[in-house]
């Protein structure tokens, strides 16, 4: 007997990639969607204007008679459920009306799983924006998510927090995409509670109501507040504890939906092995998520189901790659990829729009790399960016420290620089003649508000394109200067979450990564029971401080008395906040790096020797290179890329994080969106030839990367020490270790006070070593040959720098 296939509508994927045996297969399609290839491999190839269930009754209903019909598929958003109403009036075989106008409806969907008792986290339908204050005042909670009920593409999807943003994303409802809005005349939102821990996408096939899971894929996204999708990977980096979560949550949606037969496209978030649902659909997923699928598993999931429908076997797995992935432009290029190893296809638009745009929505993006194999994830995100890097010849606003930027020698530093560019920063700092538009100069630096206003005026004067930053206290003024001329780069509320260190660890914890228990306070009583609840030690901090300034461990009752007596909360005017933290036992680690478009130019691991606060006591600090192969330096590598790529906003330009390894695994401590302090940018050229100084103005000025993300050389290291109060009598000029590559220390007659910030050393040196237990010796024996050759005078008496450890701590554990 010959069988009847009928599919609507859809790309070239909705056809089967296998014959079909006894099988006429019929297409029904629109104009806009048609395809030479549609139109040769199939049977009969019917068009028609615009597809309604009403339009496919009256074509299909005819057909239906003449050649009975044996089942109909459809794997197009659009028409999807236009079509289960059709094969539902017609009686044909196809999955159920009910589950696909379930997918469709994101309110429907929630009732659905609510009778069926999946767990869901606080929800509510909304018409008007009082209704979604009301609900974001009942929950409790500082922020929600609100859609509109149907729609897909993350059209009309925003983070909201304020009763203004809530007001202003309702007012701007009606002005969505009409696919956004289809089937929702009333214009009804869904306001939800934010969803803990990381999202990943799931693709099912469905026989007989089995759900099979196939495939499971990492989003990369935008972050807050619109979280619009810019690539996928697969498989997911998920563990086997987190998979059979999740594989049980999305088979426990598809039943409550009822889906019967055919693909699914389920979206979850997994927080460890807690999965919460977010929404669910009767198709294979877009973003050519079926492709990733096919390369990673070998299945075409439009053959499998339509092979279902027709009760035919299912055709054997093709063949298969490790690893897959897709990366989206943000905006159109005209440039054109030379071959890369890797690369499967790279569909670019024929022309390049003049600027990059925000994106909200999957429609805004422009065209795509899609890659295979190892590292498929770097490849296809490298590709990108190098497709659509602008060219480097725009001006910019440079701000930095001179101490950080003499470390790049003047002509250097200039060729980094396009012409016309302006620098502030608060000393001299060689550049050559005639190059910048301007250059200025603040004594304060750090606290100098004016500054803000100079950087503007700078900005518009000059028409300088973008804004570059190198320190901490940078960050938040040039994000409000590039808010101010709509430049592009970090905003003030992404910049915030690498500044105030509550919202920041609230951000890394509802992605599912470790974060050390704490709380902020605003009195002593607050204080006491943040104490008693952490338990002893823990640490006290400014929620936005710098350099372990103000930073103290709290050892017992004893001392929390002793810290109150000095007034930390009293007599201010107004309300101060400390954040207070359960101290984490365990080594203490950084990652440095630097982003651009999402992809890691530069990453960087390394242990910590000796404590922050230690070292601002008057003791020493230092660090060690890990070798790459080194099994807590790829945990705190995946960690760190966690943080940046899926945790908080991304942005382009150089960060620093901080984390312990625990007994229990990795906890996330902070991260700054600026250098690392220290000689940690002298110590990473060393270990990888590489300079993040150059790399970190490169990636800000929109220059495209140059080459594949170096590896490493070798093993560094750096030691810092502390200065003594007082008088500096004797001190070496140099250290000379043979190990040692670079080496200050400053010279005898200088007075000092006890350090507030982990920035004033006396002395530093960054050396190579062999193995971190050679990093380890040399350390020593650098403390114990400034031991020896310097001398303090603090009142009347000499002072050594005190007694160096002979073979130093590794990772003394302190929250920074």
Not at 156 to 163: A, C, E, K, M, P
Not at 520 to 529: C, K, R
Request: aromatic share 4%; with cysteine; glycine share 8%.
């Amino acid at each position: 007997m010959t069988r009847h296939l009928v599919i609507i509508s859809g790309n070239d994927s909705s056809l089967p990639i296998v014959p079909l045996p006894d099988t006429t297969v019929t297409l029904v399609q629109t104009p806009d969607r048609a395809t030479d290839l549609q139109r040769t491999s199939v049977d009969r190839y019917l068009e028609v204007p615009e597809i309604t269930s009403d339009v496919l009754v009256d074509l299909l209903g005819n057909l239906h008679r003449d050649e009975p019909i044996t089942a109909l598929a459809c794997f197009l958003e659009g028409v999807i459920l236009e079509a289960a109403r059709a094969a539902d009036s017609l009686g044909l075989r196809a999955n159920p009306v009910d589950a696909v106008a379930t997918a469709k409806d994101k309110v429907r969907m929630r009732e659905a799983l609510e009778r069926a008792g999946v767990p869901q986290r606080p929800w509510r339908t909304c018409r008007t924006a009082e209704e979604v204050i009301a609900f974001r005042d009942e929950l409790g909670e500082p922020a929600i998510v609100v859609k509109p009920i149907t729609g897909a593409g993350s059209a009309g999807v925003r983070l909201v927090s304020t009763d203004d943003e809530i007001r202003d994303h309702l007012a701007q409802i009606d002005t969505l995409h009409d696919w956004a809005l289809r089937d929702n005349p009333d214009l009804l939102v869904l306001a939800e509670a934010v969803l803990p821990g990381r999202e990943v996408s799931v693709e099912a096939i469905t026989v007989d109501g089995i759900h099979e899971i196939v495939a499971v894929t990492d989003k990369i996204t935008t972050g807050p507040p619109r979280f619009v999708e810019v690539g996928h990977r697969q498989p997911a980096a998920v563990d086997a504890d987190a998979r059979e979560a999740v594989e049980r949550c999305v088979r426990a949606v598809l039943d409550a939906i009822g889906t019967r037969v055919g693909p699914s496209h389920t979206e979850v978030m997994i927080d460890g092995t807690d999965v919460w649902p977010i929404e669910t659909h009767t198709r294979f997923g877009g973003d050519q998520i079926w492709e990733l699928t096919q390369l990673t598993t070998g299945r075409h999931m439009a053959t499998e189901t339509l092979c279902a429908l027709l009760d035919l076997p299912l055709p054997a797995p093709g063949p298969r790659e490790d690893e897959a992935a897709i990366a989206f432009m943000t905006w159109s290029s005209a440039a054109e990829l030379p071959p890369t190893c890797g690369v499967v296809r790279a569909k670019i638009p024929e022309e390049r729009s003049a600027d990059a745009h925000e994106l909200l929505d999957s429609s805004g993006r422009g065209g795509y790399v899609l890659a295979a194999g190892p590292g498929s994830s770097d490849v296809a995100l490298s590709a990108v960016a190098s497709l659509q890097a602008p060219s480097n010849d725009a001006p910019i606003l440079l701000m930095g420290p001179a101490k950080v930027l003499r470390r790049i020698e003047g002509s250097r530093l200039s060729s980094l620089l396009p012409a016309g560019s302006a620098v502030i920063t608060n000393a001299d700092v060689e550049v050559e003649p005639g190059h910048l538009t301007a250059f200025v100069t603040f004594d304060d630096f750090t606290h100098d508000d004016e500054i803000a206003l100079v950087a503007s005026e700078l900005v518009e004067r000059h028409n300088l394109q973008r804004v570059a930053v190198l320190a901490e206290a940078d960050v938040l003024r040039a994000a409000q200067v590039r808010e101010r001329h709509g430049l592009p780069g970090q905003t003030p509320s992404e910049a915030l979450l690498f500044r105030d260190k509550p919202s920041m660890k609230a951000a890394v914890r509802e992605a599912g990564i470790a974060v050390a228990d704490h709380r902020v306070v605003s009195s002593a009583f607050e204080l006491v029971d943040a104490a008693e609840a952490l338990g002893f030690p823990c640490v006290v901090k400014p929620p936005n401080g710098r350099g372990s300034s103000g930073v103290e461990t709290i050892a017992d009752h004893d001392e929390l008395r002793a810290f109150l007596r000095r007034g930390p909360f009293s007599d201010r005017g107004h309300t101060v906040e400390l954040l207070v933290e359960a101290f984490q036992h365990g080594d203490q680690y950084r990652v440095d790096g630097v982003y651009q478009d999402g992809v890691p130019r530069l990453l960087s691991v390394a242990r910590y020797v000796g404590s922050h606060l230690e070292y601002l006591a008057g003791g020493y600090l230092a660090s060690v290179i890990l070798p790459e192969h080194d099994e807590d330096a790829a945990a705190m590598l995946a960690l760190a890329r966690r943080v940046m790529e899926d945790a908080l906003p991304t942005f382009d330009g150089g960060f620093h994080l901080e984390a312990f390894m625990t007994p229990d695994g990795p906890v996330f401590s902070e991260v700054g969106a600026r250098l690392g302090g220290g000689s940690i940018p002298e110590e990473i050229e060393l270990a990888y030839g590489a300079d993040i100084i150059e790399e970190t103005i490169r990636a800000q000025s929109g220059a495209p990367l140059v080459g594949e993300r170096p590896r490493q050389l070798g093993l560094a290291g750096q030691v810092h020490v502390s200065p003594r109060p007082g008088l500096l009598v004797r001190a070496p000029e140099t250290v000379s270790h043979p190990a040692v590559t670079l080496s200050e220390v400053a010279a005898p007659g200088l007075h000092y006070s006890a350090m507030s910030h982990t920035n004033a050393e006396y002395a530093r040196a960054v050396f190579g070593a062999a193995s971190v237990s050679d990093a380890r010796t040399t350390i020593g024996e650098i403390l114990a040959e400034l031991e020896a050759a310097t001398e303090w005078r603090t009142g009347d008496e000499p002072a050594s720098t005190g007694d160096a450890p002979a073979e130093p701590t590794v990772g003394q554990a302190v929250a920074l």
